[in-house]
């Protein structure tokens, strides 16, 4: 430590002996000391009055003012010292806040040239499965991207209870584009459905550009619970989602009487007939 601080003065000293008196304000504050100095040695007592005294004591008297000089001199220099550490501590520290900054600017251009994706859950979709122990879940989401254009990489379902429980779904194969599927009435007893061709492993490699959004739907088998359950439970449907560059978006939404979607016993991949449970 000593080391670097004796470096640190050293340097300062040597830039100091070069560029003092260049400054306005070293020059300004030089001459008002030493016009102060001039002042107190033209005042001072202690001169003799005639030449063979003064000369008697003419020896002490410059040896004195040499040494108030010689003291000036370094308070000059201690003072022009101090003013040039400070600014260059100051300009090393203006220079680490403008790069700093300059960091956090091309950090945050560089996320905007990522994707980044939202999702809005439109619907969420339950019905029961071929085996009575098994539920057919689904989403209808809406993903916007917000960053650079990127397709979708991976889907994710999965169940979540109040209990912490965690249910993961099987991901249905995509169905053909033609194929409806429907999903109950609306007000007017009309039939609605999604055509295959909006089912999100149709279209998940075509990417989605810079604030633009895409409409589909997603459906999985989750073993182990009932159509009944998850409503009774009011469970959590979380629908995931990632991006080319593998990173993973989620939303959610809650299984409640009169919310979600009822699927109308559509086969989707033979979901809805009996499958075999994994051993």
């Known amino acids: 430590m000593w080391i670097y601080w004796w470096s640190v003065f050293v340097e300062s000293f040597q830039d100091s002996l070069a560029t003092i008196g260049k400054d306005p304000t070293d020059i300004l504050f030089s001459v008002v000391v030493f016009v102060v100095v001039g002042l107190l040695l033209l005042t001072r007592r202690g001169w003799g009055k005639g030449w063979a005294d003064v000369r008697a004591k003419l020896g002490a008297v410059l040896g004195e ?6 003291g000036l001199f370094v308070l000059i220099l201690a003072y022009h010292m101090a003013k040039d550490s400070y600014l260059r501590w100051k300009g090393s520290s203006d220079l680490a806040s403008h790069t700093q900054q ?7 251009e560089a996320e905007s040239r990522k994707p980044n994706f939202l999702i809005r859950l439109d619907g969420i979709i339950a019905g029961p499965a071929g085996d009575p122990g098994n539920a057919l879940v689904g989403a209808v989401a809406i993903i916007t991207n917000q960053g650079d254009p990127s397709s979708i990489d ?9 209990d912490g429980r965690i249910l993961h779904a099987e991901i249905a194969g995509a169905p053909a584009a033609k194929t409806k599927f429907y999903f109950g009435k ?5 039939r609605m459905y999604l055509p295959g061709s909006e089912y999100w492993l149709n279209e998940n490699l075509e990417p989605i550009v810079r604030y633009g959004e895409r409409r589909g739907f997603l459906m999985g088998l989750v073993r182990g619970t009932t159509k009944a359950e998850l409503i009774h439970s009011k469970a959590a449907l979380v629908f995931t989602c990632s991006d080319a560059t593998g990173k993973k978006y989620s939303s959610q939404d809650t299984f409640e009487l009169g919310r979600q979607l009822a699927s109308e016993g559509i086969a989707l991949q033979g979901l809805q007939q009996p499958i075999p449970a994994h051993h």
């Open 186 to 190: 609306n007000i007017q007893g009309t």
């Open 154 to 162: 991976d889907f994710w379902i999965d169940v979540k209870f109040s």
């Open 65 to 70: 003012d040499i040494l108030i000089i010689f």
């Open 102 to 108: 300059q960091f956090e600017q091309y950090k945050a």
